[in-house]
């Protein structure tokens, strides 16, 4: 399969994901609006989503994709699967002690993430956060081992179902909300069983996947030998750097989420459903490209092409350029009627579209950064160099910090998203700095041109949406819902079809971005 084949592979299903999931939030929004008890659910979500990003995701598939790779290369399938079998082995069961850990230690783990709700006025939250942290506590297993399971299909160029599984949670949790939420004292408690029922939803999906292809991990009690592998213990060195990498952006994550919480109550929520708008790019584009390049990168530096690494790093860095500004100015500009289409309904009222509407403008500031880190860091992963980006990542953490002492008090929570974008910007921009210091990613020669040739088209697509919005009231159209849904279509439309005309205009083609350009 061909890497823009894949890569839209990817970013297809992944649009699925995202539209399930803005249907699920949308759902929220109405049944549950933006108050305590729905900020009490983001928090308690927040964190095995925490732990999930720290140990599966982000560490893991960065320290055993590579190794994977290589080892797919260079030696037999039933030493490949023996490795298999180890890992799933260790992971399982220190994923069984930190799930046990955190089911106990819920109120203290509660209390780190949100401590504004220990406050004796806010009990109620704190109690309800506690019940939803327990619930979902060991939906930290069952994501991590689809984590193991999506690094074994991606390095098999298997894209589709990891890509798709994401889309049963959220079928999940809008089953919840709709059927299950009459049966709870504590309606918004429904979501926290969806989330269980949607993680074990995905696992049952990607291990299929993996029998299919005949590498379903086989379970014994042999965890001590599978400890004493050379290679998991080589995995587990590599996680180290790694998982302090994740963890410096986490931290960064539980830092701002603790500062809501002493925020206007509804301020999680405003975050969280503008963090649920810049995924939509950061998961179409950044997250596919990132997907899709790691194992392409390992396995050329692993044969020393580097060449062919190159070009895969140029050809990422273009695509997120011209597909990343567009996407940026487009969430700044079309905020409002987004948010107000989106989730303008039942307990969401006109003044939370504006309150989130502001967290979306702050965090699309950062949007460019956030995509770019996609492609740089694997260009470090791939090298098996993990130490580099986590330096970056913690120098950013502390930067961050200092952005929010300055920009909190005067913006609230939307000084939060942008100082994460702020951040987000200076990390790109740095590990694209060291990788040229380096001499590891050299530039094409045509990216002045590059650019200048697709500036005017970006100006063309602002003054469109600049014209829309002067003429159409986004909340206000709140009592025509289907009328605003048909705007922003319009708009939407509008906007991307001036874009992409005026690039043919100026001579870009749809061959020069679907493959590499040596």
């Keep these: 399969m061909g890497l823009f084949k894949s890569a839209a592979t990817v970013s297809s299903f992944t649009l699925l994901s995202r539209i399930t999931g803005l249907l699920r939030d949308i759902v929220i929004a109405s049944s549950f609006g933006a108050g305590p008890l729905t900020d009490a659910f983001w928090v308690a979500f927040r964190i095995p989503n925490l732990l999930r990003r720290l140990f599966a995701e982000g560490a893991f598939s960065q320290a055993f994709v590579p190794i994977l790779g290589q080892a797919r290369s260079t030696q037999t399938p039933d030493a490949v699967r023996v490795l298999l079998d180890r890992v799933a082995m260790v992971l399982t069961a220190a994923l069984m002690l930190v799930t046990l850990a955190g089911i106990l230690g819920a109120p203290w783990v509660v209390s780190a993430m949100a401590s504004g709700m220990r406050t004796a006025a806010r009990q109620t939250e704190f109690g309800a956060a506690v019940w939803m942290t327990r619930l979902m506590f060991p939906y930290i297993i069952c994501m991590s081992l689809v984590a193991f399971a999506s690094g074994v299909l991606n390095t098999w160029s298997r894209f589709a179902v990891p890509a798709f599984t994401p889309v049963l949670l959220n079928l999940c949790m809008i089953g919840a909300s709709l059927l299950l939420a009459p049966y709870f004292a504590e309606p918004i408690y429904a979501l926290a069983v969806g989330v269980m029922i949607g993680g074990v939803a995905q696992l049952t999906v990607q291990w299929a996947a993996l029998a299919r292809l005949g590498l379903l991990p086989r379970y014994s009690l042999r965890i001590r030998e599978a400890w004493q592998d050379s290679t998991v213990q080589y995995i587990l060195r590599q996680m180290l750097p790694a998982i302090l990498g994740v963890s410096v952006a986490q931290i960064s994550l539980l830092i701002n989420t603790n500062i809501a919480t002493w925020l206007q109550p509804g301020s999680v929520t405003w975050l969280s459903f503008a963090d649920r708008l810049m995924e939509f790019p950061t998961a179409l584009l950044g997250v596919a490209l990132g997907t899709v390049l790691l194992p392409k990168l390992s396995a050329a530096w692993s044969r020393e092409d580097y060449r062919t690494y190159n070009t895969l790093l140029d050809w990422g860095l273009r695509l997120i350029l011209l597909l990343g500004l567009p996407a940026s100015l487009g969430l700044a500009m079309l905020s409002e009627g987004l948010v107000a289409t989106l989730f303008n309904y039942g307990a969401f009222g006109s003044a939370d579209v504006l309150q989130t509407r502001l967290a979306v ?52 929570h939307a000084g939060l998203a942008l100082s994460i974008g702020l951040g987000a910007g200076i990390n790109a921009l740095t590990l694209l700095v060291l990788l040229r210091k380096k001499q590891l990613y050299k530039p094409g020669n045509d990216w002045a041109a590059f650019i200048a040739r697709f500036l005017p088209a970006l100006a063309a697509m602002a003054g469109t949406l600049w014209a829309c919005n002067q003429v159409i009231d986004w909340i206000a159209l709140g009592q025509q819902p289907a009328l605003r849904l048909l705007y922003l279509l319009g708009v939407v439309l509008a906007a991307a079809a001036t874009y992409f005309i005026v690039l043919i205009l100026l001579g870009f083609r749809v061959k020069d971005f679907t493959r590499p350009q040596n």
Excluded: C, E
């Design 361 to 412: 403008m702050a965090y699309s500031v950062g949007l460019l950064g956030l995509l770019a880190v996609k492609i740089l860091a694997p260009g470090f992963y791939a090298q098996r160099d993990i130490r580099t980006p986590v330096k970056i990542a913690i120098f950013v953490l502390v930067l961050t910090q200092v952005f929010n002492i300055i920009l909190v008090p005067t913006f609230a």
